[in-house]
Every structure is written in C-alpha cells, then in structure tokens.
C-alpha cells in the first residue's frame, strides 16, 4: 500500500476519533450538569482511576499503556473543563516542579493559578479562589517539606489525590561561560540535591535561595553573571539556555505531591491515608501508637515528627498509610489509636498514585 493511500486511512480514523472525541464531550456535559444539580465536585481521582485502570487492562497496542494513559488525560482534562472551568493553584511561577506535576495530574484544559508560596496555595482554595492546589510533601532524596507538613495542622482542607514526579535539574544562564558566574537562584532543597556538582564545578559562588525554583529563573533571566537551577521548560520560558543537564547527584530524584481540596474521595481498592496525630506525654506512648496498625496488619508508608509549637519538646506525627478510611480494619485501628493518642487528624484517603 503506498503511502497515499496509508495517509487517508489515518486522515479517515482522525475523523471517526474526533467524532468519538465531540460525542464524549456531549456526556461530559450531562454529567457536569447532574454533579452541579447534587452538589456533587466536578474532579473525581476514584472515577480517573477507575477509566486508567480499564483502558490500560483493555490496551492490545502497539501503542503503549504510559501513552494511553498521557492521552487521555487530556481528553479528560478537556471534559473537566466543559463540565466546569476548574482552577488549579501552585507554587509558581510558571514551570515550577509544581506546576508540572499539576499539569500530569489535571493535564491543560483547566486554568492555573501561580502563588508565590506554599501558604499562599492553601489560601487560594480555603478562601474558594481555587477549587484544587497543588503542593510539594516530600523527595526520595531530601524528604519531607517541612512547610507544607506544618499547614496541615491548622488547615481543614483534604488531601484529594498524590502525584510522584521525577525531577531533573539543569543548569541555566544567559552567560555562555561558567567562569562568569558569581551567583545561583534555586530553592534550598535544590542546592541540598545538587551539592557535590556545585562545589565540583561551582566551588565558592553564592548560592541564593528562592521561594522556587521558576522564580530562580525569572531573576537570573534579568541579571548578569548569575544562574538558576531549574527545569529545561524554564530554559525556554524564560529565555536562558541550559548550561548544564542532570547535574542532581542522585538518580531517581523523585518529588512526592500532593492535590489538595474540600472534597472527601471514595475507595478505590488500592489507596493511601494520611493523618495526623500527637501522643501523651508518657513512657510507651509511641510504641502503643503503632500497635493497633501492626494488630491489624496495616502498613505505615511514612512517618515523620514536626514541632507542635505550642509548647517546647511536643511534636505531631504526620502517618501515610496504605488502606482506606472507611474500611473496615482501618477504622478498628482508629478507633483502638485513639484511645492511646491525644490527637487524631485524617488528612485525607486518596487513590494510590503509581510509583507508590
């Protein structure tokens, strides 16, 4: 067959798609209308998991199932938008790790709001400016942000969902030299993930810490003999050129997210729990904390301790979990938890993202 003739046959199964494509968007529409008339949330990650899921089991390829899943994406970023314009804050500017892993998780046909610090995403949706945020929680590397895990302690809002992002970090300037330069902009995690290649190559120039890693960008962009570390997007948002690729010092860099909103998500059959909790002042009390999740068999993802700041040496414990709130041997555990603890906060119940 010549390549004509295989050219209409795509042109023709373009059209059939885009007929499919039109005709979904026309359900989308209904549903949207229905979930309004309920006062039900427009994002469900339980439903996205769920049509993920199906397609991926259903995919003979040869395309394969990371690409299905990255098309439709948009396809149901697209219907999103239809049913509701959505609005997405993060930690900005444009092409921050942040934004980007907001845009793998919600795709382009919903409207982003940049903020210019981990507060202010809060802020955004408590106050209804923004019907989702999106927030960094911790990287393979560095761990917790210590920020974001401190919000949660006076904020009411639920975490909805979690993203793993693979970070790579680059070297921009508009200087074509390195000799040329005196100063860096990146976050302080950033430097701390690419310390040995600073000082191996970069010894003695003033590292200057930003609220992001995009917001780097935007400073070294307007001043001379300086650089940033940031992602190769911002190289071209921002008109520098990257100087150097890949300088983290560790492979499988990976930063944690998390979506945050108001709205409770129902289980899937593979999910996560987070919490927060404080235990009394007393000999055991740690130790009595994980016995209810080791009685009934629930494994504890991660657990780490913030200052309480209420008073000296009290800390809360911030708890992921594997399991759903609403099950049955998770529910028995919070219930024997708190009778040991004298603090308990669920944080959320969310699907389990893939990297988990």
């Known amino acids: 067959m010549t390549i004509e003739k295989l050219r209409r046959r795509v042109d023709l199964i373009d059209s059939k798609i885009l007929g499919l494509l039109n005709a979904r968007a026309k359900v989308a529409l209904d549903i949207g209308k229905v979930k309004t008339r309920r006062g039900r949330s427009i994002y469900v990650p339980e439903r996205e998991k769920g049509v993920y899921d199906r397609l991926v089991s259903k995919n003979k390829g040869p395309m394969p199932p990371a690409s299905v899943k990255a098309i439709f994406r948009e396809v149901m970023s697209a219907s999103l938008g239809l049913e509701k314009p959505l609005t997405i804050a993060y930690l ?16 382009m046909s919903v409207d982003y709001k940049s903020c210019e610090t981990i507060s202010d995403v809060f802020a955004e949706v ?62 302080s995690e950033v430097f701390a993930q690419c310390r040995s290649w600073l000082e191996a190559n970069l010894y003695g120039v003033r590292l200057v810490e930003t609220s992001s890693t995009a917001k780097g960008a ?24 990257v100087m150097y690729r890949g300088i983290e010092d560790k492979a499988n860099n990976i930063t944690r997210f998390l979506i945050i909103g108001t709205n409770d998500v129902k289980p899937t059959g593979r999910d996560k729990t987070s919490m927060m909790l404080a235990v009394k002042d007393r000999a055991g009390a740690l130790h009595d904390m994980l016995v209810p999740f080791k009685k009934h068999g629930i494994s504890l993802t991660k657990i780490e301790s913030r200052p309480s700041k209420v008073r000296p040496w009290e800390y809360y414990f911030f708890v992921d979990m594997e399991g759903h709130s609403e099950s049955a041997k998770l529910k028995k555990a919070l219930a024997e938890l708190k009778r040991s603890a004298s603090y308990v906060k669920i944080l959320g119940s969310y699907p389990m993202a893939d990297g988990s």
Do not use: W
């Open 92 to 107: 900005g500017p444009e092409l921050t790790f942040t934004h980007m892993a907001g845009m793998k998780n919600f795709g």
């Open 126 to 187: 408590e106050k209804k400016r923004a019907d989702y945020g999106v927030v960094p929680i911790e990287n393979s590397i560095e761990g917790a942000v210590n920020h974001t895990l401190d919000m949660f302690a006076d904020s009411d809002l639920r975490v909805c969902s979690e993203i793993y992002f693979e970070i790579s970090h680059s070297l921009l300037s508009k200087e074509t030299d390195k000799r040329r330069i005196k100063k860096v902009y990146s976050k």
């Open 218 to 241: 935007v400073m070294s962009a307007c001043e001379k003999g300086s650089a940033c570390i940031a992602s190769e997007l911002a190289a071209k948002k921002y008109g520098l050129r």
